[in-house]
Every structure is written in structure tokens, then in C-alpha cells.
């Protein structure tokens, strides 16, 4: 009875850890298609969500192709729930400059309340203001 009692125990671990898993969803989706922002593209991008499970935190490594600098730039991530439904579109603009031909990372981006629906996302930049030389 205790080996039942063990064996059945060890199943529902198992189980919950991969609804666990099916939850949370992998940290990076595969990615969005880049639209037509002038050489400015993420190289790297991950998220969880915070301590309360409510709140999308991102991780991105933004690069700058151009041999100038961009600042003020827009993120978007698309987020999608088990069935592949999109769930959510969050937007942030990060106020910070990346120099030309230069990679920046930016770390726990605070992106806004995320249903708990939402499984899997991925982020792309939308929108980079080109800094003009002086």
C-alpha cells in the first residue's frame, strides 16, 4: 500500500511539473517576423512572468546595424495561449540609445499585465527614431 501510496505520489509530481511546463510555456517563442525597422533587429530575447504570475518580464539584446545611432525604440511581444490563439500584443518604449553597430541588452523590462492565458511570446521592434549626427 505505501509503494501504491509513493508510486501514485510520484505521478502527480511528474504531472504537475509538466502542466507546470505547459503553463509558463518555453521563454522565447519562435520568432516574430522582423518588420522594416532600419537596422535595428533583437538578437536575443526571453521572458517570465514576475513573482505574482500576472506582470511579462523581457529580456532582450537589441542590435544596431547602421552606421548611426537610434534611440527611443519600440518593442512589441505578441503572446499566445496553449492552443496557438494570440492572447495579447504589449508594447513598451525603452528611452535609451543604441550607438551604431553596437548591441545593448536590456533586462526585466517590465511589459504589463499578461493574461493567464498567455503560454508562449516573442518580441520584436517595431519602431527605432534615428539620432541625427550634429
Not at 15 to 21: E, P
Amino acid at each position: 500500500m505505501r509503494t501504491l501510496a509513493a508510486l501514485l505520489l510520484l505521478v502527480a509530481v511528474i504531472v504537475g511539473a509538466t502542466i507546470a511546463v505547459n503553463i509558463f510555456g518555453d521563454p522565447v517563442l519562435t520568432k516574430l517576423e522582423p518588420l522594416a525597422v532600419d537596422g535595428v533587429s533583437i538578437v536575443s530575447q526571453a521572458w517570465h512572468r514576475d513573482r505574482f504570475n500576472t506582470v511579462a518580464i523581457v529580456d532582450v539584446i537589441v542590435k544596431n546595424g547602421n552606421d548611426y545611432a537610434v534611440k527611443d525604440f519600440d518593442l512589441e511581444c505578441q503572446f499566445y495561449g496553449q492552443s496557438g490563439t494570440r492572447v495579447a500584443d504589449l508594447t513598451k518604449t525603452i528611452f535609451d540609445r543604441i550607438e551604431p553597430k553596437k548591441t545593448r541588452s536590456f533586462k526585466g523590462l517590465n511589459m504589463g499585465l499578461l493574461t493567464d492565458q498567455g503560454a508562449r511570446g516573442a518580441c520584436r521592434v517595431i519602431f527605432a527614431q534615428r539620432i541625427m549626427a550634429r
